[in-house]
T-cell receptor, first 112, second 115 residues
């Protein structure tokens, strides 16, 4: 079965600093998508960034970027210039056919 | 706002009862997915419909069923409810089925509390 592992249950970052959230996954597919979703206290699931596995270039969305290492099956999220509004649970997910498989999540705390 | 709507936002019911959760996908999306988020199981895929047809099933209990209607909205029916069914139920939608854009956009969720 496809699995996604987020080894950091909780992370903290100082406002304006940079933080990296880790994610590893296991898949037998050659073409797939990877995602990071943010879940703030409202519990809404918000798409942060996505990566298509066949693209070698790492995806970037404003302050959010990924480090995608296909051979290592690693997909980390870097948040630059952290803001108080970035505080949330972050989920890594891999697309497996018709479904998303999620990791357990990482709680990100932002200190002012 | 993702464009995916879910009703109701909150639902409190008793064990043994039946409830229906409703989802309207983003305009133009043909795929609807249902997920359950609970404290002990995390986020789990339940079922996927594409243009009215069931495409994939995940860890969905036999007491649960879903359908997608011709106008593409979907309903998730939960019956013979147990305490352990208390969870946040998400609906998500995407453009494609097995091909095409795979990005899923999530609704705000329905919080179900079974007492």
């Amino acid at each position: 079965a496809q699995t996604v592992t987020q080894s950091q249950p909780e992370m903290s970052v100082q406002e304006a600093e940079t933080v990296t959230l880790s994610c590893t996954y296991d898949t037998s597919e050659s073409d797939y998508y990877l995602f990071w979703y943010k879940q703030p206290p409202s519990r809404q699931m918000i798409l942060v960034i996505r990566q298509e596995a066949y693209k070698q270039q790492n995806a970037t969305e404003n302050r959010f970027s990924v480090n995608f290492q296909k051979a290592a099956k690693s997909f980390s999220l870097k948040i630059s210039d952290s803001q108080l509004g970035d505080a949330a649970m972050y989920f890594c997910a891999s697309e497996n056919g018709n479904k998303l498989v999620f990791g357990a999540g990482t709680i990100l705390r932002v200190k002012s | 706002d993702s464009g995916v709507t879910q009703t109701p936002k909150h639902l409190i019911t008793a064990t043994g009862q039946r409830v229906t959760l409703r989802c309207s996908p983003r305009s133009g999306d043909l795929s609807v997915y249902w997920y359950q988020q609970s404290l002990d199981q995390g986020l789990q895929f339940l079922i996927h419909y594409y243009n009215g047809e069931e495409r994939a099933k995940g860890n969905i209990l036999e007491r649960f069923s879903a359908q997608q209607f011709p106008d593409l909205h979907s309903e998730l029916n939960l019956s013979s409810l147990e305490l352990g069914d208390s969870a946040l139920y998400f609906c998500a939608s995407s453009v494609g089925g097995t091909a095409g854009v795979k990005t899923q956009y999530f609704g705000p969720g329905t919080r179900l509390l079974v007492l």
